[in-house]
């Protein structure tokens, strides 16, 4: 199938004054060609996807990961590690948001998958991102688990509890509905980014010496890890 069929399954065709194809976005489909009735309605505003979008950067890394790989590859190669990360996971997304914007179609990537390129790709896709999630859901819990064990010892909460808990609040989250949903993701978000500019701020303040444990600056960059150790 080539570009024109891709846009055609999507797509009705109009001839503009000029008499140049127009594609004009048509009902939703699926693979088979059939529309998409599904009976769901927006239930999310517009400051709730932005903060949704925006939260979703800040994950575990940015407080206990970021720690983890400066003692694995060192400040400066922990700094090209993510810049070639970023870089490839820009090009990812500018791909992306080309091919969904040119054939916007109910079920994103995968639906774009078994579109283009084969139903198998599409199934393989679909289980690995559930499974993907699946994990990264309970790495997180996870961390948070090890984070909150910094000011509340094993010994008067286990972690089992936390991750019963975790277990618990997100499975009443999710019968509560996507208003909910949203709402919490805002204010969540909005947490994330507070509590980043803070640990930005208590940062320069330690690295200038306003804590009493004198000038800091770039004391770190060669030891004890030096600028590179073992691998970026």
């Known amino acids: 199938m080539d570009s024109k069929d891709h846009i055609a399954a999507f797509s009705t065709t109009s001839t503009s ?3 140049a194809s127009v594609y004009e976005v048509d009902q939703a489909r699926d693979v088979s ?3 998409l009735d599904s009976g769901l309605r927006r239930g999310l505003k517009g400051r709730q996807f932005l903060m949704i979008a925006l939260g979703s ?42 091919i969904t914007c040119l054939f916007p179609v109910a079920g ?3 639906e774009l998958a078994a579109t283009h390129v084969d139903p198998a790709l599409s199934f393989s896709m679909s ?3 559930y499974i993907m999630w699946s994990v990264f859901l309970a ?8 984070v909150l064990q910094y000011w509340i010892p094993t010994d008067k909460v286990p972690m089992w509890a936390w991750l019963l808990i975790f277990w618990a609040f997100f499975s009443v989250l999710t019968t ?8 919490m ?13 803070i640990l930005f701020f208590i940062s320069i303040l330690a690295n200038v010496g306003a804590f009493g444990n004198g000038y800091v600056g770039f004391k770190y960059w060669e030891a004890p890890t030096g600028k590179y150790l073992k691998s970026v």
Request: with cysteine; net charge negative; charged share 10%.
């Open 17 to 19: 004054e000029d008499g």
């Open 33 to 35: 060609g059939d529309i």
């Open 57 to 98: 950067i800040v994950g575990p890394g940015c407080y206990y990961g970021l720690g983890y790989t400066i003692s694995l590859a060192g400040p400066v190669g922990n700094l090209v590690g993510f810049a070639i990360l970023g870089i490839f996971v820009w090009i990812l997304m500018q791909c992306v948001g080309e």
């Open 108 to 110: 994103g990537f995968i």
């Open 127 to 129: 289980w690995l991102y």
């Open 139 to 146: 790495a997180d819990w996870n961390t948070a688990t090890l």
């Open 176 to 183: 509560l509905g996507v208003g909910v949903y949203g709402e």
């Open 185 to 197: 993701e805002y204010f969540f978000g909005m947490a994330k980014f507070a509590s980043l500019i």
